[in-house]
């Protein structure tokens, strides 16, 4: 017992490191003086040690807490990128003019930053269902004051009261499918109802019932279609470093959440393989329903961006798309489809951030996150516009950027599984996405300045953290092996 | 036949000079505007030298098409190699460049009309420094096309064109430029998508046996994919003449068509071409279209030998309405670049009519057309851009009697024009004829309506030379200047090769006859 409980201590280090920082964050912040970055350096210190526990752990297969927590390869791959999103928004939010205003209260942001980080890295290694919920809570609850962190401007103040309400009920009813699936099959583990699943359940209906609820959860959590109301108000809401982490750490923690809880619950036990798992869940076809959720959140997604002229809007909406993308590569349940998710995931976490980060700078000196106020930017800034462009071509998909490698694998997963039409439609709405992608490339460069003509200058550190993120994506083009050993290694999941 | 230059391949140093170009450009003060210039001229400069040493070395005996073996200068290594992954087993994608008889004359081309392109951008005045910077990376991804053999590098080039292109035309093009940009943009782009797709497609389909390991290796590789025995078991495109088969050659088509251009996907031209600056008319005449036809013959003909037997009855038909359609909408213009432009239309549907032939004249023909347009087009269009940039219109109603006015200029304007026309004696006649009596042995009926074009052509070209150099000059335009010793620099070159190759075209024949009469054997025996 006690044994057990160490020897799982030992395992837990970069989430003990995690709160651990948290706490001395909260003291810090009650000791040091208000206007101080401590409260950042702090969290990133924290974060930075975090990251460096993660990696320790790599290649270890193992499962703690009494089937609670699994340390596998899977977890160790989420979990590291999850931090080194993290790290990123400490250098987003140490520039942001909008946080700058709210100095006094800082230690409260990354002390909710770190909560929120410790969540995620839970959601995507816990293997039980009531960990799992408690994970999704704490992640949501901290993103909620995070989205309301600039409560005086009212967007904020609005989008943090439309996140709460979209939340609560979302989460409740995920809770409710995850105590319809406890009741039936007796076991809160996943490794347990798996077992109960295969030895056979007779209550097809009730089974359907919960598992449609626990994908309302996780459907609202990754801002899939139908789920995806909430996003373009939150995300232009919220300041532009959470809209960002949001847009990236936030989707990577559901998506892994999603697949080790499908893809664990469900699998044969005999054969080890997913298909013949679903089987238990006679009558509805739900490889069809998720490549329907899909195909909707490709199509609307890509549609509705169209028309957005708020930068962090469109972002959204061109999210909401991307995780259309990586859904595409869960239906494939089998192994392509999840190694095709990590890489796409390991190329999302730099473009994205890459376009949130320029659409910062610019808002922070321009005061409009409007995109027909950027007509002329390509001019006056000339070095942040074609990082910008970088950024949007690699989300759209033109090599030789990181983003067409990331299409790429994911398409290649879905021709080699065979689901021809839904790689069509992902090849059409990529042709839409570059409409509107390319509509802020245009008018960075091919107008002529409004009003001020006079070039903006941007200091050494922005300049330098551009490059850090517009390295990768630029590199990842040409040169991908390495992410693709590294997602390969890692498909291994415990259990599996 | 291999050769490096300190330690590099010569194929690998034609493709990567104007990057190197690139990076010179963007380190150079912004000021410094005669130093980018002249870096831009050198690196293009070196790459017509080094097409030249390819020209003197080429060997003409060796056939390319689909034996590895037979290309030249050829330089393959490893780029991505993962080993068995367990869903695809081992995937390789490999750094493949090579050259045979077919895209020999497509290097010598690009390298030619990319130096005179720079030559003739020298009036540039907007920002100097990205302008030569883009137009650098685009020539890299044009000759990068032209060598690869490896489908996923194919690909990359393919796709590196798009951006360099857009921003030309979107920055420095005329009153319409960010329409035309968007236009050529996305036009392009769904063609690269399909192509995408087919290529995915393409390559679970096809695993060659790795000899010393015994593994089975999926490949990119374009010269496996030709193989019908590399073709794996129940593979989506395995087998012949499958549905799944045909629809993967249309999907390739269509984006090869759209780059042609071929109607019904010839929209986006006229407008590019209307609103590029000078240059890059010359670049997207020049050289851009013939990827489209090259991309047949590389990709669709020896790779889906069955389906090109199956649709190129409707091939040749496209080629015919576009050789008539081009003309008609020429004869209407009174644009002289939108004239230009749709007689492009017109004179590459000749290259598509004379390859569907699949007969080695028709073959020599359409390539040898290839090459002969892309020097021809880029004549006429560097005289619209020496009127243009004297008086900034290009209405053909607006000129008169110019041949008095600047007799050197009438002297050059008129052998391109005669060239575009077909006379006898000039380059354009060869490469129709032998297009023309090659379609002729296949489809009778298609090509005498397609000949009909021909006088079209004749009709709109004699109705522009009377309407800009001959009659009654306009009073506003009396004074304008006879050509200066740089615009006869970019002209001289192409010139001299439209008189040569008229007179004695067999230089560049002998280049790619053998590896044509062999593509064709390899097609008509239905490539097994």
Redesign the interface.
Known sequence: MIEHSLHSLSQFYPEIVLVLTLCVIIVADLLVKKESNITAYIFLGGMVLTGIFILLQSGRIDSVFYNMIAVDPFAVFFKALIVLTGIFIVFFSLQSRELEEYKSRIGEYYMLLSGMVVGMMLMVSSTNLLLMYLAFELTSISSYVLVGFTKETPVSAEASMKYIVYGAVSSGVMLYGISLLIGITGATDMYGINEALNAGINQPVILNLSIVMIVVGLGFKTAVVPFHFWAPDIYQGAPIPIAAILAVASKIAAFGLMVRFFLVTFMDAEILITSGAWEVLSGVHWNMLLAGMAALAMIIGNLTALKQDNIKRMLAYSSIAHAGYILMGLVIVAEEGLASIMIYFCIYLFMNLGAFYVAMLFSNKLKTESIEQYKGLGFRAPLESVGMTIFLVSLTGIPPTGGFIAKLYIFSAGVSAGWIWLVAIAGLTTIISLFYYMRVVRNMFFYKPVGEETAISFDMGAKIFLFVLLIPTLLLGIYFEPILSFAKDSVLMFGM | MELQILGIGILTWLVFLPIVGMIIVLLLPDKNRNAIRWTAVIATGLQVVLAGIIFALFDRSLVGINEADSFQFVEQFSW???ES????GR?EISYFLGIDGLSVLMVILTSLIGLIGVISSWNIEKMVKGYFALYLLLVTGMMGVFVSLDFFLF??FW??I??PM??LI??WGGPR??YA??KF??YT??G???M??TM??L??SVAYTDPATGQSVHTFNILHMMNPDNFVEGG?LSGVDTTWRYVAWMALFINFAIKIPLFPFHTWLPDAHVEAPTPISVILAGVLLKLGTYGLLRINFPIFPDATIYFVYFMAVLGMISIIYGALCAMAQDDFKKLIAYSSISHMGIVVLGIAALNTQGMVGGVLQMFNHGIITAVLFLAVGVLYDRTHTRGLNDFGGIANQMPKYTGIAMVGMFAALGLPGLNGFVSELFSFLGAFQAYKWITMIAVTGIIITAGYILWTVQRIFLGKTPDNRKDLKDLTPREIIAFAPLIVLIILLGIYPSPVIELMNTSLSHLVEFMTKGGF
């Open positions: 991505i190699t993962v992954v367990p869903w695809v995937i690909f990359i796709e590196v798009l951006l857009y921003f979107g920055i430029k960010e940009a968007i943009f996305i782009f769904v690269g998508i399909l995408l797709i995915l497609a390559y679970f989506l």
